[in-house]
């Protein structure tokens, strides 16, 4: 496939995601309620207050002309500022970001690492004893509520064992000109719990796809081959099957990396993990358009950057696969 092509695919779908998901965005905020009534004091605002209030959030014109503002303010490169924080919109995304980044980068690396891991020992041992409690056991995890597997970990982790805290972020550390939680002792043990709770289903979701391909390649010709070579059955794996079954899972890693780092909501809102998600919840409760309408936009530009970076990996991993420039 051409790289220019896959730009402009990527492009595409980056514009078609952000327009959708800003116009369902505003029509779902302005459905909502008026933020003017979170922004001025209600018991003593008079009707005057509040209406220069509207007029001065712009809240007073019609809601495609509302929108057709946000437009310009992205071709423009801002998002307005937030009615709460008062505060650039897009800039508290971002500086919310590493909070968001660390915590989905760890539950990502535990489930990618773990989750290969057992699929690969499944796989090699198809229908037998451990195989089965490895396909039911995951099933189990995929089907589990995120929020009440949270509470399950905080109860085990925080309150009958005090092995970690519950909720948080903890020391942080600069690096870079961000706060970093993982580079303090203190910070590392608060994101323990949220990691956890973000990897176990996708550690399930790995597993399950490292085992169906496990299955299929070691059915193949070549692996027999191998086999009949006299390669040892250590090699074979690494060397022959992980590199053919690292396609769905890199795809899967990306999608669901992207969705962590975007909506996160329910495991940042219950250990009050100061991220993206936590702040896209926050600011709907207060009806805080600019914040939200900025959060959406970096959801989709998050998204369509991380399956670009999918498909030229594509490029390395497989040589079936070539991009010409």
């Not at 001065?56 to 500022?81: C, E, H, I, K, S």
């Amino acid at each position: 496939m051409g790289l220019v092509s896959v730009i402009t695919g990527r492009l595409s779908q980056a514009f078609l995601l952000i327009f959708v998901m800003s116009l369902v965005g505003l029509i779902g905020i302005h459905s909502v309620g008026n933020p003017v009534y979170n922004v001025v004091n209600i018991e003593t605002a008079t009707p005057e207050d509040i209406r220069r209030a509207t007029i001065l959030l712009g809240l007073d014109q019609p809601v495609w002309r509302q929108y057709l503002v946000f437009v310009q303010n992205v071709a423009t490169g801002t998002f307005g500022t937030s009615y709460i924080y008062h505060q650039p919109a897009f800039g508290l995304v971002l500086d919310k970001l590493p909070a968001t980044f660390e915590l989905a980068f760890l539950a990502m690396l535990v489930a990618t690492t773990v989750g290969t891991g057992i699929g690969l020992l499944a796989g090699t041992r198809p229908s037998s004893a451990l195989d089965r409690v490895i396909v039911t056991s995951s099933v189990y995890a995929l089907s589990v509520p995120s929020f009440w597997l949270s509470m399950m970990l905080i109860l085990v982790g925080a309150v009958m064992t005090g092995w970690f805290p519950p909720g948080g972020r903890g020391t942080t550390a600069t690096l870079l000109g961000f706060n970093w939680s993982f580079l303090t002792g203190d910070g590392l043990r608060h994101l323990v719990l949220p990691a956890l709770a973000l990897a176990i289903p996708n550690i399930a979701l790995v597993a399950r796809l490292a085992r169906a391909g496990t299955v299929e390649v070691e059915r193949m010709e070549f692996t027999r081959f191998c086999i009949a070579k006299g390669l040892s059955k250590r090699r074979i794996l690494f060397r022959h099957t992980l590199p053919n079954i690292s396609l769905p899972i890199i795809t899967i890693v990306g999608l669901q990396f992207g969705g962590m780092l975007a909506f996160a909501v329910v495991v940042e809102s219950i250990f009050a993990w100061p991220g993206v998600g936590k702040l896209l919840i926050d600011s709907i409760q207060l009806l805080d358009r600019p914040v939200v309408m900025a959060t959406l936009t970096f959801t989709a530009i998050a998204f369509v950057a991380l399956n670009t970076l999918v498909d030229l990996l594509y490029a390395v991993l497989d040589p079936r696969v070539r991009i010409s420039v």
